[in-house]
């Protein structure tokens, strides 16, 4: 989720003829008790968010119990449609979005270089002056959260003991027809695993993969639900934020988080609309989720925190590097091994 422009803790505390302050715990913090006023005297805050449906509600739902004067009305898209969609809109000068949560740097650095997002400021920010310096991008965006990539089995398909936890294990002929691949091009996360897989095992695994009839959904979130469904026996990649919501509704599903070689995950990062009518309750937002309530809400144990002195949260495998950009020349290599173009 993502906060849009705003104005300062400074000036919204500094003008005698402000709203009111509204009722809440949010008030108790006298880093945010201006910010919070003003906040709740503007419309809803509409944010854009590609974390899954469960995670949004989480967090709106912690942030609301902190702030409950200010309304936020989340939307929920695909990496990819929600990096498409902000950019059209903000490329016809139409603000929908006052905050945005992406896991996509290629929407920062664009929306950065087109003065899309405003910086993230301790002026505005207070938490900002607290987050890691390396987890900041381009002052216009903060990490807020790394979750690995993992294999999630359907165990009546097949028995726990044999879940794979290894990417090669995917070409077992036992699970010829029954894997169901996330389209790599939903995010930059999973196409840079394909080329951590290719650099490390060669193009013969992705041809060999995709001589494993796959079925390929457009997202983590369609491929799990058709594993849980039994649809396939296996989704990859997926993340553990998507697969336990649905464990936890009882899909007999079982997740290996990648420890073995190179791999690397989803990276969500807010922003701030630096436009709109909710400027305020977007900076708002966005503070809270650099707050322990805050990472805790938008991590609970199936991410990590870029703050490492936050207990409870899920550790990194040994072999995990970020998400790297990945040449158009590459991901058209990759594509066509895996029969995708």
């Known amino acids: 989720m993502l906060v849009g422009a705003l104005t300062t803790v400074a000036l919204a505390a500094g003008c005698g003829s402000g709203p009111e302050m509204p009722s809440g715990a949010g008030t108790s913090d006298p880093a945010t008790a201006g910010l919070y006023a003003a906040a709740a005297a503007e419309p809803p805050l509409v944010l854009y968010s590609s974390q899954n449906p469960e995670l949004i509600e989480a967090t709106v739902a912690a942030f609301s119990e902190v702030y409950p004067d200010v309304d936020v009305q989340p939307v929920r898209l695909a990496s990819g449609t929600l990096t498409t969609r902000y950019a059209a809109e903000r490329s ?179 922003s701030v609309s630096d436009c709109g009518q909710t400027r305020n309750a977007a900076a708002l937002y966005a503070n809270f989720l650099l707050t322990p309530a805050g990472q805790t809400a938008v991590n609970g144990t199936v991410a990590a925190s870029p703050r490492r002195d936050l207990p409870g949260m899920l550790p990194l495998p040994a072999g995990y590097r970020s998400p790297e950009p990945t040449s158009p020349q590459d991901q058209r290599r990759i594509l066509d091994l895996l029969g995708l173009t």
């Open 92 to 270: 016809a000068q139409v603000c929908s979005a006052g905050a945005v949560i992406a896991a996509d740097p290629e929407l920062i650095r664009e929306g950065t270089s087109r003065g899309w997002f405003a910086p993230l400021e301790a002026g505005r920010i207070p938490e900002i002056a607290r987050w890691p310096r390396e987890a900041v991008v381009m002052g216009r965006a903060a990490r807020i959260s790394v979750i690995p990539a993992a294999i999630a089995t359907n165990t009546t398909a097949v028995p726990e003991a044999s879940a794979p936890a290894d990417p090669r294990a995917l070409l077992d002929p036992a699970l010829r027809g029954r894997i169901v691949l996330t389209d790599p091009r939903s995010t930059p996360g999973w196409m840079s695993l394909m080329n951590m897989l290719r650099e490390q095992y060669g193009d013969e695994f992705l041809r060999r993969l995709a001589g494993q009839e796959l079925r390929v959904a457009d997202s983590s979130v369609p491929a799990t639900q058709q594993a849980a469904a039994g649809e396939r026996a296996v989704a990859f990649p997926t993340i553990l934020s998507v697969v336990e919501p649905l464990a936890e509704q009882g899909a007999p599903l079982t997740t290996r988080v990648i420890s073995d070689g190179p791999t690397t995950g989803v990276e969500q990062f807010v």
